[in-house]
């Protein structure tokens, strides 16, 4: 009876182990995929691209001119301060 009870706790704590490490890796791709993107932005991407990342509107708070809005050329990895 104890090598049967032996045998069920160290079943039972393996699979404690593998739950816990599969919730940790769960918890952790969720964290990834909820707080962490891998934003790439080039010159050719388009106005909306960009607008729609935040930098343009971080570019004005701070009273920096973007070159995405120029008239004439695109070009929105310009930022100048005005």
């Not at 009870?5 to 990834?32: A, N």
């Not at 707080?35 to 909306?48: G, H, P, T």
């Amino acid at each position: 009876m104890q090598r049967l009870t032996g045998r069920v706790l160290s079943l039972f704590f393996s699979i404690i182990k593998i739950q816990r490490s599969t919730l940790r890796s769960d918890i952790k791709k969720k964290l990834m995929a909820t707080y962490v993107q891998l934003i790439i932005l080039k010159k050719a991407n388009s106005k909306a691209s960009w607008l729609a990342t935040g930098v343009p509107e971080i570019a004005k708070k701070y009273g920096l001119l973007w070159g995405g809005t120029y008239k004439n050329y695109h070009d929105p990895v310009h930022f100048e301060v005005n």
